[in-house]
């Protein structure tokens, strides 16, 4: 029954009744459709086969944790390039302080600091952080002895397609707003995502190494079920990290686990997930073929996607945020 419910509005097509579907299974909803979204001549049977594989994969991946042994396996595929390409394209921390860089808005020059002139408002403002700047004012790690290492602050909950994104205007306050094409036209993914998506406060990508940063804030994946909603600030404990290339620039994924759902999810570091889920994998899918909805080129990862652990992933949090800092200090010439 539950097959032929999902045929059914696999056949019908419509983002309403994706959306119905990605209640029950999101795995399924999200395959689905972005299959048909990326290629129209695909076979609906095989958009089906793969949704239902997807929705087994997500239904199944909270479970036993591996044995050493078992994780071990998965930590020698771990290519050691990938950190040392991380390092080279990112520097090191102690030489963020000569770093070039620009911020989000290609336009010009958007260096943006805190205090200074009162915030304006934003054309398209979806919420504003009440205690000054998203970016700024909201520290970014959390004290020792609990389980979440960092403050996430969520621009897309789970289960919506709007995208938005923290403002890094200068004089704005840095509220979230909703993204917008070239056209100025409102964006959306073509689907429904599945994880809440937002940014951390207090980082910056650099624009620096090959390739460059992408000059944003980075981006986290929480992996949990719940749903938050925009502004939201959710304690999060990282477990691993995605190098994501988008458009030539560096766009790290970090990936966590809300610090109320770090009990229900058995998972201290991504390598469980690869060895034990397909999590990981459709998380690299959607953010590799998003974009080709909209008629253009696929997104790559560096190393063939193999993420990097929680450990190596704090270590780019770090340096993330010496990026911020010397940004916000003007150490880094635009």
Not at 258 to 287: I, P, R
Not at 309 to 324: D, P, S, T
């Amino acid at each position: 029954p539950a097959g032929a419910a999902l045929l059914a509005q696999v056949l019908d097509c419509r983002l309403g009744a994706m959306m119905s579907v990605l209640e029950a299974s999101p795995g399924a909803a999200f395959f689905t459709f972005a299959a048909q979204e990326a290629s129209p001549g695909l076979p609906l049977a095989i958009g089906l086969v793969v949704g239902l594989a997807a929705a087994a994969a997500r239904a199944s991946w909270p479970q036993r944790r591996p044995g050493p042994g078992g994780r071990a396996g998965v930590a020698r595929r771990r290519a050691e390039g990938l950190a040392a390409a991380a390092l080279n394209q990112k520097g090191s921390t102690g030489r963020a302080a000569g770093r070039a860089g620009q911020t989000r808005r290609r336009a010009g020059v958007t260096r943006a600091t805190a205090g200074g002139d009162a915030p304006r408002a934003e054309e398209g403002e979806v919420s504003r952080y009440v205690g000054g700047s998203y970016w700024d004012d909201i520290p970014l790690w959390l004290e020792g002895g609990r389980p979440a290492d960092v403050n996430m602050v969520v621009e897309i909950p789970r289960l919506t397609s709007e995208k938005n994104e923290v403002s890094t205007e200068r004089g704005s306050g840095h509220p979230i707003i909703r993204d917008t094409t070239s056209e100025g036209l409102p964006r959306s993914y073509s689907g429904v995502t599945y994880w809440n998506y937002g940014m951390l406060p207090q980082t910056w990508e650099a624009p620096v190494g090959d390739p460059p940063g992408d000059r944003d804030p980075l981006d986290i994946v929480d992996l949990g079920t719940k749903i938050r909603k925009v502004g939201e600030i959710v304690p999060v404990r990282i477990i691993g990290a995605l190098p994501l290339v988008d458009t030539g620039e560096m766009d790290w994924k970090l990936l966590g686990i809300a610090e109320d759902e770090c009990d229900q999810f058995d998972c201290d570091d991504v390598y469980h997930l690869l060895e034990n889920t397909n999590v990981v994998s459709s998380v690299k899918d959607f953010f590799r073929l998003y974009k080709v909805a909209e008629g253009k080129a696929r997104n790559e990862f560096l190393n063939d996607g193999i993420p990097l652990g929680r450990e190596e992933a704090l270590g780019i949090i770090r340096e993330m945020h010496e990026h911020w800092r010397c940004l916000r200090a003007d150490e880094l010439p635009v």
